[in-house]
């Protein structure tokens, strides 16, 4: 009788703890309301969840969690779900075009790696911006294999849709791994469904990797992942293609290798290949770093600014905070469970290192790597963990719940910024619409050899071999991005926009006026949202 009396309010006071949990992971997807509109709900949530555990109602939560997970595994779940991870990676694949057309891509890095792919479709391995050798600014021979596309028809689009494609195929990569570790479909749909609900929403190292422009890496997450399915079906000829793919995606991709060939070693898989790999790596990128690239560089070393440098203090304190962005999310098991969450390791140190402040700011895309090894890792340590097993033993454990809440509320806290939102910031208004008609309008009277110099919004919607950055030198003298032979250059046409991005012009008035005065260029008028000047000579 007593449990025909409580059932009801239990099964209200469950509906009411996912609705409050529902409605929240709703108002942030929406974007509704600015940014932090969604903690309010979040903050109900968190009161009443207190409220639970204080009463002794820990079975409400539990009851709603395996009613959850009973939901996701069942046929109606899945195909609900299938189709909002779709619904997410389209809005994924609509923000990198968008990008295009509001002029939020930049000469660095996307007009750069366009650059590379317009030369080689043609035959040439020219870097125009560096008037150098492609693989002399970074080693990315794997990116080759896109220049066909560019052969078909020359356009930044290309880049954009292959990095969208990686990131949203990686999830299914992740349940293929799954299947075969853990043998059982629900059990892997369940991690591939966490983990790429993780991936695509909620994970802000990999989400600011997402909405970056191109990068090389960013081509790496399915081939990391491949290359482990690769390891449990032994298809070794396919694993070592994959892993020179990889090695292939920047000079600093022999992490992956190093981290691997650890992870094989301190687990006793597949220890010959783990020692391979991990020495292999490391000669890889000693090669590649101190002889491969300066052998394109004229024998010098492509950077030797500060930024670059080993520097393991340098605000170590961000440092720290960036390596609990990594891990808090993952409840830090990947640091608990060392032996698999080794895999990152080499990958995370590199940025840890580093005395770049991007490299562990979680701003940019340099959590590409890190994030899929971890992604790797939890598939590994979740077998070894059998959460199924830890909630039936501690699901009347107030301080085990109580734990799980103020986790799970501080994780929230770390979200991202809302998908929707992100979308609507790309949103093209007239003034880029206008400006994109100009800037096509203008291409379309150069002539192949004309060279010309453009700043940086406008890098990424000129594909010609003879193209330079126009930016401001030490905030005085305006001219193109210096570089060993750009003093011999003669630039026909510099084309500037007051009403786009202009980084590395910091006083855009100053460049104005000194072209202005020159005695080189004259404006050319009968345009409204670009300046273009011209090389008196070329007239």
Request: hydrophobic share 45%.
């Amino acid at each position: 009788m007593i449990t025909l009396i409580r059932k009801p309010q239990s099964s209200n006071k469950r509906y009411g703890w996912f609705v409050l949990l529902s409605i929240f992971t709703l108002i942030w997807w929406l974007g509704a309301g600015g940014d932090d509109l969604f903690l309010l709900p979040v903050l109900f949530w968190f009161i009443y969840s207190l409220y639970l555990i204080q009463q002794n109602q820990t079975v409400v939560m539990e009851q709603s969690l395996k009613q959850m997970m009973d939901w996701c595994v069942s046929e109606s779940g899945k195909r609900k779900l299938i189709l909002v991870l779709i619904l997410q990676s389209l809005v994924w694949l609509c923000f990198s075009i968008l990008k295009y057309y509001s002029f939020q891509l930049h000469i660095w890095d996307s007009g750069i790696y366009s650059n590379i792919l317009y030369n080689l479709s043609r035959g040439d391995f020219y870097l125009s911006y560096f008037n150098e050798h492609n693989l002399a600014d970074h080693f990315t021979p794997s990116l080759w294999v896109l220049a066909p596309l560019y052969k078909i028809y020359p356009s930044i689009h290309w880049l954009m849709l292959a990095k969208t494609l990686a990131y949203v195929f990686t999830p299914v990569l992740f349940y293929r791994l799954s299947y075969l570790i853990y043998r059982s479909e629900n059990k892997a749909w369940l991690v591939s469904l966490f983990l790429g609900s993780l991936w695509l929403l909620f994970y802000t190292p990999v989400v600011s990797s997402m909405r970056y422009e191109f990068q090389v890496t960013s081509l790496a997450p399915p081939a990391i992942v491949y290359s482990m399915i690769c390891v449990q079906q032994r298809h070794w000829l396919r694993f070592w293609g994959s892993m020179v793919f990889i090695l292939g995606l920047k000079e600093s991709t022999g992490s992956v290798w190093i981290g691997i060939g650890i992870f094989m070693i301190v687990n006793r898989q597949n220890i010959k290949t783990g020692w391979i790999l991990f020495v292999g790596g490391i000669l890889a990128m000693i090669a590649i770093m101190f002889y491969v690239m300066p052998f394109f560089n004229h024998f010098q070393m492509v950077d030797k600014s500060p930024e670059r440098m080993i520097n393991l203090w340098f605000q170590w304190d961000q440092k720290l905070i960036y390596s609990i962005k990594l891990i808090y999310p993952l409840a830090g098991l990947p640091l608990f469970y060392w032996r698999k969450g080794i895999l990152a390791g080499p990958a995370i140190g590199i940025n840890l290192i580093a005395g770049k402040v991007a490299m562990f700011s979680s701003h940019y895309h340099y959590d590409d790597i890190p994030s899929t090894l971890l992604m790797l890792s939890m598939i590994y340590l979740l077998k070894d963990l059998e959460p199924e097993k830890i909630l039936e033993r501690w699901r009347a454990s107030r301080k085990f719940w109580t734990g799980f809440v103020l986790w799970f509320a501080g994780w929230v806290a770390l979200w991202p910024n809302s998908n929707m939102k992100l979308l609507q910031k790309v949103l093209p208004g007239a003034p880029e619409w206008q400006a994109y008609q100009e800037v096509h309008a203008f291409e379309k009277t150069l002539s192949p050899s004309t060279r010309i110099a453009v700043q940086d919004a406008l890098g990424p919607h000129f594909n010609r071999r003879e193209i330079q950055a126009f930016v401001q030198h030490e905030g005085k003298d305006c001219s193109v991005e210096n570089s060993r032979f750009t003093a011999t250059l003669k630039i026909d046409y510099i084309v500037l926009s007051t009403d786009l991005g202009h980084y590395k012009i910091n006083d855009f008035s100053l460049c104005l006026r000194q072209l202005e005065a020159s005695d080189t260029y004259q404006r050319i008028p009968g345009y409204s949202r670009l300046i273009v000047f011209a090389n008196r000579d070329s007239q």
